[in-house]
């Protein structure tokens, strides 16, 4: 290709980016105006609208025609929906985790860059502070894919009357950052413990003179590699920017596809978007055949149960609490049906939100 070919492609180019701009802003403008009208209505208002954010999304991914991929022209999407959203109201999301963490992560992707993240040392700091509305929302890890439920997470929502107001799934990938020039010269590995399970046979074979530390999560872990030469940490790339460190290995962890879901947590009450979860809290009643009576109304609707979590209640001996998540909105007909039903058969029944499920 000649260098006048390529000048015509790369004029070309500056004028779409100009086109590009300019309809940006366009939207922008828009964006705005929703917000003065939303404020000329009245009462409370609410600027982001989890289920909007989802249609638009999906409606992106399915008329994309490539070449790029459907996620990325989404992810493009998604931080424009977020500049954009904060010249309506600047959000505050809070995390569990410190910077670099993969909650920080997680909260990024559902909300975007142009947000102010607030991170907290624990889970219940979370949720309080957006109890306390110093913060809009809220982002927490639920489960992951293979080493399970986050207990912590299920046992706030026993005493919060915060809802579930979205979901993220974040593929996780570890890897071992650290200032060494070689593995031969890493001698203690810092993670979260459930980091260092995830990557045990990889740390097996290729570390196995390394001591393993254990630290309260796996930015905490970077931090601490950072200052030590001989140390190494596994974290994913979010980490590695913050903390400037180089990784000598990439996606070490032992099972490929290791995904953890995230909750946003608030007190909005979502309406539907059309690609729904709703996710409830019950208690049986002391009787025969309880957990049966419990599932039931589900079967006999046609709901698809996604999840099914027990905690112990802390009202009784051998009292438990079950977690349910369930295809479908509260307002769709069958799942209303289904749920008054099963509000009928429960000693405790709670709605802890209705959401759409996860996008990107």
């Not at 022209?73 to 569990?96: K, N, V, W």
């Not at 009576?293 to 006999?300: E, F, N, R, S, T």
């Not at 058969?345 to 709670?350: H, R």
């Amino acid at each position: 290709m000649s260098e006048q070919q390529l000048q015509v492609l790369r004029e070309r180019i500056d004028a779409l980016d100009e086109h590009i701009q300019s309809l940006i802003n366009e939207r922008a403008a828009l964006a705005q105006e929703v917000a003065r009208v939303k404020v000329g209505v009245g009462g409370d208002v609410i600027f982001y609208r989890a289920e909007r954010e989802a249609q638009v999304l999906s409606k992106v991914k399915e008329r994309n025609t490539g070449p790029l991929p459907a996620d990325d022209m989404a992810r493009l999407f998604r931080e424009i929906m977020s500049a954009c959203l904060a010249l309506e109201q600047p959000l505050r999301i809070a995390y569990f985790g410190p910077a670099g963490s993969y909650t920080h992560a997680a909260a990024l992707k559902q909300f975007g860059a142009a947000v102010t993240t607030l991170p907290l040392a624990a889970i219940d700091e979370v949720f309080r502070e957006v109890e306390a509305g110093s913060a809009h929302y809220g982002v927490v890890p639920v489960e992951n894919s293979s080493e399970g439920v986050v207990t912590h997470t299920l046992d706030m929502f026993m005493r919060s009357g915060l809802r579930i107001c979205g979901e993220i799934n974040l593929r996780i990938r570890h890897n071992l950052l650290s200032h060494a020039q070689s593995l031969a010269q890493v001698r203690r590995v810092y993670a979260h413990s459930q980091a260092l399970a995830q990557c045990r046979e990889w740390l097996d074979a290729n570390l196995p003179h390394a001591e393993r530390v254990a630290v309260s999560n796996n930015a905490e872990g970077a931090r601490r590699a950072a200052e030590e030469r001989d140390a190494a940490a596994v974290a994913g790339n979010n980490a590695a920017d913050i903390y400037a460190l180089p990784a000598l290995a990439q996606n070490i962890e032992d099972t490929p596809g290791n995904t953890t879901r995230f909750l946003v947590i608030g007190n909005d009450v979502v309406t539907a978007s059309g690609d729904d979860k709703t996710s409830l809290m019950v208690a049986a009643r002391n009787k025969p055949g309880a957990l049966f009576h419990l599932l039931a109304p589900l079967a006999d609707n046609g709901i698809s149960m996604t999840r099914v979590e027990s905690r112990p209640s802390r009202q009784g001996m051998w009292e438990y609490v079950f977690f349910f998540d369930i295809e479908g909105h509260a307002q769709d007909k069958k799942v209303a049906t289904a749920l008054q039903q099963l509000e009928a058969e429960s000693a405790l029944f709670k709605i802890l939100g209705s959401y759409p499920k996860a996008v990107l």
